[in-house]
């Protein structure tokens, strides 16, 4: 009974409602993303744009990466009214879902074939809002959380943002087939509302540490605002830090590189957008929910360094499913297989990995600390995963998919020493572990 026990209370964390506020959350700042990717690839390759084209349109994902260069601004600036009317998070994550919304609309008033550098520029601009959003977001998330929940509230906002990918992906994918691409990032812009209806019945996490007064000086500002969150991580884990932001920047690394390929190999296989819709989104979706709550159940119950491990091999080797599916050709069958895996091993390897990365931040410092480490593991989505569409060309499908589960294997083979270290320095787990 006691086994039971465990589980049901592992389970039981979800029923807070802070944990639906994180969901609804999650949404906001997973609509972006396949606005920017996989559904702005799909009307790319639909107007003609060639597959090194489509690759190289990654780095509009750049901001993702280098959002740490702006977090502590997010992190610790007041802004004019709406913080002193709605606090210092709640303040930043209105404002930049105004500005998101109106970036998203002036993305869908591009045209892709005829002027590919105007769909970058507001497709950056995008990113840039979307990356600002997530800075202040997940700082919440951190602050409004206790720490037995985190393993939830990883799930729940990978929920909410797997739910928004398939609302721009599925969704965008459909009402495009009966209208045009403008009125289908419009509606896309403004589903953001939803995340702004959030914040606004959402309270304000108590103040960890105050802003830097502007008396204090520049000098004094950047030394709290930037340097002293880079000092308190380095000062909790030590040399380790070293090894842990290494981990992060590989753990996602293979399935990074095979996610962003995706929708063109559907395309290149002969799948329609309404099959790709139904069976890649859908489908893919009911497998992706299980497997977040999965992930998270597993946090909760086993801890996790143990889930991240178990998770990442099954990430890894979901991707192998793809080679197959290459090699099979039109088949729905082999596709309702290849992504109900691959989705199911990705929504547990993301949950565990928002888990670790939120345990990881010091509660004074959680926005800069967060996108430090979340720009990290944005690396390899964006700028790495840029060069998919020139591996393809040169080595087809089926080598590229098997690379990609190869590239998990580095990240996996880290956090290997890793949990073998920490299990031979202390008998107590180590700081942001377990």
């Not at 209105?94 to 590919?116: D, H, K, R, W, Y």
């Not at 797997?162 to 009966?178: E, N, P, Q, Y």
């Amino acid at each position: 009974m006691t086994g039971m026990g465990d589980w049901v209370a592992a389970v039981r964390v979800y029923r807070d409602p802070r944990i639906f506020a994180v969901l609804l959350l999650g949404f906001s700042s997973g609509l972006p993303l396949a606005l920017t990717g996989s559904t702005l690839a799909v009307w790319m390759a639909e107007t003609g744009v060639s597959l090194k084209e489509i690759g190289f349109f990654s780095l509009v994902g750049t901001p993702y990466v280098f959002k740490f260069l702006w977090a502590p601004l997010v992190d610790r600036l007041p802004l004019p009214l709406l913080t002193a009317g709605f606090g210092r998070r709640r303040g930043w994550m209105l404002f930049t879902q105004a500005l998101l919304i109106l970036a998203i609309v002036m993305l869908g008033a591009t045209n892709p074939a005829e002027s590919p550098w105007n769909t970058a520029l507001w497709a950056v601009l995008v990113a840039f809002c979307s990356a600002s959003q997530d800075i202040v977001i997940d700082a919440w998330r951190v602050e409004i959380l206790k720490e037995e929940q985190y393993g939830a509230g990883a799930a729940a906002v990978q929920f909410g943002y797997r739910i928004a990918m398939l609302t721009s992906g599925a969704g965008a994918l459909f009402l495009a087939g009966v209208a045009p691409w403008p009125v289908v990032y419009a509606v896309a812009g403004g589903l953001v509302g939803i995340g702004m209806l959030t914040v606004l019945l959402s309270p304000e996490p108590p103040t960890v540490a105050a802003p830097p007064a502007a008396s204090a000086g520049a000098v004094a500002w950047v030394r709290d605002a930037v340097a002293e969150p880079f000092q308190d991580m380095i000062q909790r884990h030590g040399m380790m830090v070293v090894a842990i932001l290494c981990f992060v920047l590989l753990y996602k690394l293979g399935d990074a590189l095979a996610g962003m390929m995706s929708n063109p190999f559907y395309i290149q296989m002969g799948f329609s957008k309404g099959e790709i819709a139904s069976v890649s989104k859908l489908f893919g979706f009911v497998a992706t929910i299980l497997g977040t709550f999965l992930g998270g159940v597993a946090v909760a119950r086993f801890g996790i360094p143990k889930s991240l491990m178990v998770c990442g091999v099954l990430q890894m080797l979901s991707n192998l499913m793809f080679a197959a599916q290459a090699m099979a050709g039109h088949d729905i069958a082999m596709l309702t297989a290849t992504i109900g895996i691959e989705n199911l091993a990705g929504g547990m390897g993301s949950a565990a990995f928002v888990a670790y990365l939120s345990r990881l931040c010091g509660l004074g410092y959680t926005g800069t600390q967060y996108a430090l480490l979340s720009s990290l593991a944005a690396f390899g989505r964006t700028v790495i995963s840029s060069s998919g569409g020139m591996m393809v060309e040169a080595m087809g499908w089926v080598s590229f998919f098997l690379l990609s589960t190869a590239a998990a294997l580095p990240g996996l083979l880290l956090l290997a020493w890793m949990m073998r270290r920490d299990r031979a320095d202390s008998p107590r787990p180590a700081p942001g572990w377990a």
